[in-house]
């Protein structure tokens, strides 16, 4: 079953701009995680956030975490053509190692 | 070595095929995870082991079968699949405790 919704489903913007994801889960989480996928291959792991967490930063990456709304964001500043890809969240609940993804995002950055 | 393997890269297979998915990492990582992925859809969690023990199977049907022969390597034994299991398969690694993933390629598969 699926934790996570995420919005926009899909994000077009121009090289240099900033880019912002959303993240919605349902039920009480350990941690929040993000990963890029490029086009049907594996997936990246981008940045882990505790429960206990609000903000965390990585290069060019911000993620927030509201636990009262249920909700975490990811920035990605100054985009590059190569940030191209599909963004997931995706929620560990402290079920024994089980992340569930969210929806995803597909991100495009033109030249 | 950060590196997630996993081969075949693609697979065709018919619905009476017998066939093996295969999954290795040496990174030390004591979870092991199955995920099936359909097209522009999340992954979809299948199997975990950890410590080499199945510790999670998300219902799974049972013409998909894990095997997890020890702490570097993992399979997915496939028999008697529909054209509905075609999806790309991927495999991930991690440390026990809800820590991040680390992914293979996957491997698509198409059945006919």
Redesign the interface.
């Known amino acids: 079953s699926?934790q996570g919704e995420e919005d926009p489903q899909a994000l077009s913007i121009q090289e240099g701009e900033n880019a912002t994801m959303n993240c919605s889960y349902k039920t009480s989480i350990?941690?929040l995680?993000w990963?890029r996928q490029n086009s049907?291959?594996?997936?990246?792991?981008l940045i882990?956030i505790r429960s206990n967490e609000r903000e965390k930063h990585s290069g060019r990456l911000r993620v927030t975490l509201d636990t009262s709304k249920k909700s975490s964001s990811l920035l990605i500043t100054a985009s590059r053509a190569a940030d191209t890809a599909s963004y997931?969240c995706a929620t560990?609940t402290?079920?024994?190692?089980?992340?569930?993804?969210?929806?995803?995002t597909q991100l495009k950055v033109e030249l | 070595d950060t590196e997630?393997t996993q081969t075949p890269k693609h697979l065709v297979m018919g619905m009476t095929n017998k066939k093996s998915l295969k999954c290795e990492q040496h990174m030390g990582h004591r979870?092991m995870?199955w995920y099936k992925q359909k097209?522009k859809?999340?992954?979809?969690?299948m199997f975990?082991y950890?410590y080499e023990k199945l510790?999670?199977n998300e219902s799974v049907p049972s013409r998909f079968s894990p095997e997890c022969p020890n702490s570097s390597l993992l399979n997915l034994h496939l028999h008697a699949l529909q054209p509905e299991d075609s999806a790309?398969y991927?495999c991930?690694s991690?440390q026990?405790?809800?820590?991040?993933?680390?992914?293979?390629?996957?491997t698509?598969l198409t059945v006919t």
């Open positions: 699926q350990n941690n995680q990963y049907g291959r594996g997936l990246v792991h882990l997931f560990e402290g079920g024994g190692n089980k992340l569930t993804f969210g929806t995803g | 997630v979870a995870y097209a859809k999340p992954p979809e969690l975990v950890s510790s999670i790309l991927l991930a991690s026990p405790g809800g820590n991040e993933q680390y992914f293979g390629p996957g698509r």
